[in-house]
């Protein structure tokens, strides 16, 4: 069966911290992931990686995929109290996306 | 500014009620999708539609859900008789399927005494 993993379930730090988000996937066919950030409505998108080793960069975000690993991590540097929400793994394959459970970052001043 | 749109945004019933929900997926978008958001499950997959017809609704309780696309322009939930578990957020999201970004509506916050 098809799954995605994410790790810390939670997570508190202060505003100037750097977080790792992690995310493990095991899906069939497996084409993309994606990473969403998801505050008090729906989901918005951040990323979407198909290639292993390429980083992508967003501001302060950045993320990488590791296909022989199944996994990918999402990096925040600098982190401000806007960033805090749930930031949520996909992985896509040839059907549609399956959602980890997210990670629920929270970030204090 | 396309988005997808949801209504209602909220909606409260009583156990046993009929309960329909509306999405308008963006304009051009081939595939929709309906998920349930629980604090205890997270995001789950009930139905999706590619070019109007259903490709999968394995994650949906059939004895009491049904989905349809009536038109390129409205996806619709209903729940029919309602219960409490049901209560949840249901998002309709919209895309051009597989493994390619998909963008969320608003949700429905769905309330069942």
């Known amino acids: 069966e098809d799954k995605v993993v994410q790790s810390p379930l939670s997570l508190v730090v202060h505003e100037g911290d750097t977080v790792t988000l992690n995310c493990s996937y095991e899906v069939t066919n497996f084409r993309s992931l994606l990473w969403y950030k998801q505050e008090k409505k729906a989901p918005t998108f951040l990323f979407m990686l198909?290639?292993?080793?390429i980083e992508k960069k967003s501001g302060r975000l950045s993320s990488i995929l590791d296909k022989k690993e199944l996994f990918s991590i999402l990096n925040i540097t600098a982190t401000q109290t806007g960033d805090s929400a749930v930031y949520l793994c996909?992985?896509?394959?040839?059907?549609?996306?399956?959602f980890g459970k997210g990670t629920k970052l929270s970030v204090k001043p | 500014d396309a988005r997808v749109t949801q209504t209602p945004r909220d909606k409260v019933t009583e156990m046993g009620q009929e309960v329909t929900m509306r999405c308008q997926p963006i304009?051009?978008?081939?595939?929709v999708f309906w998920y349930r958001q629980t604090m205890m499950q997270g995001l789950e997959l009930l139905a999706y539609?590619?070019?109007?017809?259903?490709?999968?609704d394995s994650g949906m309780p059939k004895d009491r859900f049904s989905a349809e696309m009536p038109d390129a322009t409205l996806a619709t939930l209903k729940i029919q008789p309602s219960e409490p578990r049901d209560s949840a957020v249901y998002f309709c999201?919209?895309?051009?399927?597989?493994?390619?970004?998909?963008?969320f509506g608003p949700g429905t916050r769905l309330t069942v005494l």
């Open positions: 996909a992985g896509g394959s040839q059907g549609n996306l399956i």
């Open positions: 198909t290639s292993s080793g």
């Open positions: 999201a919209s895309g051009f399927g597989g493994p390619n970004e998909q963008f």
């Open positions: 304009l051009g978008h081939n595939t």
């Open positions: 539609f590619r070019n109007r017809a259903p490709l999968d």
